[in-house]
């Protein structure tokens, strides 16, 4: 675009523009923006002003939004004047996917494309690998994978859906990095967020279960799937009792302890107990607090406090 291609166009003559307003002559603290950037804006005001909704309009927008991509208010009334003009979604998608790729945090990209995506019956066929070239490039981006769970919901692609390949993702990313705490996070949205999830719950849970000690066993010290294998335990209903012995298979009678994270787990466990079992809570939080943990031995000594056990 070149200086005041607005102001010299017969397609804009008919517009007047209106500039930015910062506080008269002198203002105290004005922007500086760039000419392009203030005479498209300018007859931005205008168009939105008189309600006016075109093709024109769009290509406006579009010229804002590659001057600034997170002025919010350019995607709302661009996503309005696509509503008006029935304009198709997925033609929308396609221009969308290429500023994606390019702003890859940006909150206002990520609303519009779940805007368009709203307006389709089906999930089409390119939107998951978009997501996967989104991913590679950034694996745990925040906004990817809030919407990807926005989708998940959308299009009920429930890990009980046949239609669902969600799993076998997520389980891809584990398998190149266990400890990616987005793809456990996902994993468990997709599985427990399930609205038919009621009549196979205990099934499930043993599935789950199973599953994360598996990893846990493959990377002992990863703090995603001990708290994975701890939500499964509450979601179920059952005891911490239960996986005792699993846990105490980090923590050798002499040796070194091969996960600080199931002692964190034991610590709460036997805190839950008699007098006995809170002294052995107690040597599990000085474990942690004098070695296994030091960085956060204010956090394990207020927790031994609270057992209000005498020291050995």
């Known amino acids: 675009m070149i200086m005041g291609e607005y102001e010299d166009s017969e397609e804009w003559e008919d517009i007047v523009p209106i500039p930015q307003d910062d506080g008269g002559p002198h203002p105290l603290a004005a922007i500086a923006y760039t000419e392009e950037y203030s005479e498209a804006m300018a007859y931005l005001r205008a168009v939105m002003a008189k309600n006016e909704k075109s093709d024109r309009v769009l290509d406006l927008t579009e010229h804002v939004i590659s001057m600034n991509p997170a002025h919010y208010t350019v995607w709302l009334y661009r996503a309005d004047t696509l509503r008006e003009l029935k304009r198709e979604p997925l033609e929308e998608l396609g221009w969308l996917t290429g500023i994606s790729l390019t702003h890859l945090k940006n909150y ?54 046949p239609a669902s390949a969600e799993i076998p993702f997520v389980d891809s990313l584990l398998r190149q990095d266990v400890r990616n705490n987005s793809a456990w996070n996902h994993r468990w949205f997709v599985i427990f967020g399930d609205p038919n999830l009621s009549s196979t719950l205990q099934a499930t849970c043993d599935q789950q279960i199973a599953f994360a000690q598996n990893k846990i066993r493959e990377a002992p010290q990863n703090q995603s799937a001990w708290n994975y294998l701890k939500g499964v335990l509450r979601k179920s209903g059952r005891r911490m009792e239960s996986i005792e012995e699993f846990a ?32 052995k809570a107690a040597w599990a939080l000085e474990l ?5 943990d030091p960085i956060r031995k204010n956090y394990w000594d207020y927790r031994r406090d609270l057992l209000r056990v005498e020291k050995a």
């Open 108 to 161: 206002q990209i990520w609303h519009h494309r779940q805007t368009i995506m709203s307006q389709i019956p089906a999930l089409p066929a390119t939107e998951l690998p978009f997501l996967s070239r989104m991913l590679a490039k950034d694996v745990k981006n925040y906004h990817v994978w809030s919407y990807r769970q926005w989708l998940v919901d959308h299009f009920a692609l429930w890990a009980t859906s």
């Open 248 to 279: 105490k298979g980090f923590v050798p009678d002499s040796g070194e302890v091969r996960s600080s994270h199931s002692l964190d787990f034991l610590a709460e466990l036997w805190g839950q107990g008699g007098a006995e079992e809170k002294k």
């Open 288 to 292: 942690l607090a004098e070695k296994y």
